[in-house]
């Protein structure tokens, strides 16, 4: 019985130490001048979570009502991916502020008559005015009359300016609206989702009927442009160089890839790949770099597979 048990628990145990020996063997069979490491595929700039931005109108998240992609299609830039209940609301808030406009505008048109009218009564009053002053110099009119007649003259003139005021505020009120429009057109806008880069939608999380919010919508990635992050031990890092050869490989993929180092990431960081096992080194230090990969197209449809890189000759 005894013997039975301590049979599983070796076998874990070995199992625990796989990726440990794996890297052992690529050292093993790579120059003195290489270096070899366990990796993982990526898509470059790795995956995008999209999702739903926030409005005022659905702050605790909004409901898928249209779903434009499925897994697998390839969008480009810009690309109308989705659409969502506050859209619907949007759009009969943007009706309602070109309605608005409307009103403005003809409000705009009334208060000019108004001041048309307003500042041809000051000309006519001005012209009276003037008329009995030199009546009164020549002692045709009193001087009761002449006053009165420059009185009505002032009071006209200051309803011109008033009407020129209002006019000026009616043509505020009209750009104001305008700027309304623009906002309303900015959140139909958020309200929907659009694909930031072209890629291929490598999964949805969020169908019609569900509501996203603060979870992705779905998952993007540029899968034509795929690279090997191989996780380079510190101790190791002093040999590898920008535009070095590597070759990637795995059961799981079709042949073995090449590629060359594109960037050394500026950061030490604990192993991603056996992080997770109990008998790992998991104090282990390594820093990650990009291998830009000859062939995407093969690595395509394996986002985070797990892979043996040799870097260098």
């Not at 929907?192 to 996203?212: D, F, N, Q, Y």
């Amino acid at each position: 019985m005894q013997y039975q048990q301590a049979v599983p628990r070796n076998i874990n145990r070995l199992w625990s130490f796989l990726p440990l020996i794996s890297a052992l063997l690529l050292a093993q069979y790579a120059s003195a001048d290489s270096v070899s490491a366990l990796g993982r595929l990526e898509p470059e700039h790795g995956v995008l979570h999209i999702g739903v931005a926030s409005s005022s109108h659905a702050i605790s998240g909004s409901i898928i009502a249209e779903l434009l992609v499925n897994e697998g299609d390839w969008v480009e830039a810009g690309q109308l991916l989705a659409t969502t209940d506050s859209t619907t609301m949007m759009q009969a808030v943007a009706q309602k502020s070109i309605t608005e406009l409307e009103l403005a505008i003809r409000q705009a048109e009334a208060v000019k008559s108004a001041s048309e009218e307003a500042c041809t009564l000051a000309d006519v009053a001005a012209g009276e005015a003037a008329r009995r002053a030199r009546l009164l110099e020549q002692n045709l009119a009193s001087k009761e009359e002449t006053e009165q007649a420059q009185g009505d003259a002032r009071a006209t003139a200051a309803s011109c300016k008033a009407a020129h005021a209002n006019t000026r505020v009616a043509e505020y009120a009209i750009e104001v609206a305008k700027a309304r429009i623009e906002i309303d057109q900015l959140e139909i806008e958020r309200s929907k989702v659009h694909a930031p880069i072209a890629g291929r939608v490598l999964e949805i999380h969020t169908r019609p009927g569900e509501m996203a919010g603060i979870h992705s919508v779905l998952d993007l990635a540029r899968t034509d442009r795929m690279f090997a992050i191989a996780e380079v031990y510190e101790t190791d890092i002093g040999n590898v160089e920008v535009g070095q050869a590597a070759s990637v490989s795995s059961d799981a993929l079709p042949r073995v890839l090449s590629g060359k180092v594109e960037r050394i990431r500026p950061k030490v960081q604990k192993m991603d790949v056996i992080g997770t096992d109990p008998a790992a080194r998991k104090d282990a230090r390594i820093i990650e770099v990009e291998i830009r990969l000859d062939e995407s197209e093969a690595a395509a449809n394996l986002t985070n597979l797990q892979v043996e890189i040799v870097i260098g000759d």
